[in-house]
């Protein structure tokens, strides 16, 4: 076998763990979309809220207490939860967690 084979069966292989995992896993392409949406927007501190929904979609859960409102965007393996002031601004992260 040369090593042009070799090189192309490993290929071959690599393709098709990838297709499997996107077709009888499809929570983790939602997840990293998730992720990378959040991340690219940089620091989420001040933001608006409509303006990290136009990004990350809509947030799985909204929680109000008084004047705070805490919203978690939860996918199978990532999760994020902010707090937004009564003006809608986020003022950061509560918590995060990323699973493989």
């Known amino acids: 076998m040369e090593f042009t084979d ?9 393709i098709a763990m990838t297709l499997y995992k996107m077709l009888f896993n499809p929570g983790a392409a939602a997840s990293k979309n998730l992720h990378r949406n959040m991340r690219s ?3 989420i ?6 303006e990290i929904v136009r990004i990350a979609g809509k947030p799985t859960l909204i929680e109000t207490s008084g004047d705070v409102i805490k919203c978690s965007w939860n996918t199978q393996n990532y999760a994020i939860k902010l707090e937004f002031g009564k003006d809608r601004i986020c003022t950061g992260v509560i918590g995060e967690a990323q699973s493989s």
């Open 45 to 50: 501190a001040g933001r608006t809220y409509d």
């Open 41 to 43: 927007m940089g620091t």
């Open 6 to 14: 070799v090189a192309l069966w490993i290929a071959g292989i690599a």
